[in-house]
């Protein structure tokens, strides 16, 4: 789409559209070779791809494969070759929702550190869902915030969700059940868990954020059906770190990637979602509703290589 090409535009023109400006000559020699390599560093890459990637680009070249005219579809492939086969586990249901599908409601938790637009992405989230008629409950398990909390509220009152908010201070795991149980009373299509991403305690994050996804279980020993991370492009490669974390405690279902209209470093969603084997479902582009894309490895190719 036309946001996302705009929203990449910062990644596309410091990063990737650099890179087929790099052949002086029909043929790659070893300094744009060595400039291909830094780019990839530069933009987020991480070493295992970008690897592998300069092995092939040094084969493909010696065999004369590669040109001016190849390099960019040759790109094109190689980064969705690493995506395709992990972004096709997505839950379509995520997406758009089908009323004839089972009446049981949806839980969606999401979880990630503060400022990665978490509050954000739920308003999108539940906007998108309301606008193709879903009931959707949003349960403001960061009690921690009371600004957030706030700011998510008139997300939903905007889009025309329910939202369940506890006490400042309450606990969070406690918000989460009442929500759902909120949600299920109404037999709501969706329930959405915004969580905290830092305590105020000393009770460790990712023990309260296992107790808030373990205690749904009483209620629905299936939910949560979909574990999201939100993490932002600005992050870079400590994202990688972040997440692994949150994926060994709570077993991720998928990633939503956002701030990649303020960030060059767009391209590390192909690391991210080779190493972590972890689908994006999202890819935000902006602060407002529209702002929210579904994540497809073409249009985000296309996007990002210009
Ligand atoms: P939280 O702390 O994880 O809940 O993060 P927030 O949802 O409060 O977001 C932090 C800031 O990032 C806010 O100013 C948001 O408007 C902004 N934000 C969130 N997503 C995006 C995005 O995709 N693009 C841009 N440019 N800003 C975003």
Known sequence: SDRLKLGLSRSRQEVWGKLSGLFSGPKLDDDAIESIEELLYSADIGTATVSELIEEVKKKTKEGELDENSFKSFLFNFLKDKMKPIQETVDRSLYTFNKNESGKTKVIMVVGVNGAGKTTTIGKLATKLRAQGASVVVG?????????????????????????RAKEGA??????????????????????????????????????????????KKLDPTAPHQILLVID??????????????????????????????????GSAVTLVSQLKLPIAYIGVGETAEDLDVFNVDDYLNALLG
């Open 140 to 164: 403001a398990c960061d009690t921690f915030r009371a600004a957030a909390v706030d700011q998510l509220q008139v997300w939903c009152d905007r889009a025309g969700a329910t939202m369940i």
């Open 171 to 216: 606990n969070p795991s406690g918000v989460g059940y009442d929500a759902l149980q909120a949600a299920m009373n109404v037999n709501a299509d969706y329930c959405i868990l915004d969580t905290a991403g830092r305590l105020h305690t000393k009770e460790n994050l990712m023990d309260e954020l296992a107790k808030s996804k373990n205690v749904l």
């Open 233 to 266: 492009a600005i992050t870079g490669q400590n994202a990688l770190r972040q997440a692994e974390e949150f994926h060994k405690t709570l077993d991720l279902t998928g990633l939503i990637f956002t701030k990649c209209d303020g960030s060059s470093k767009a």
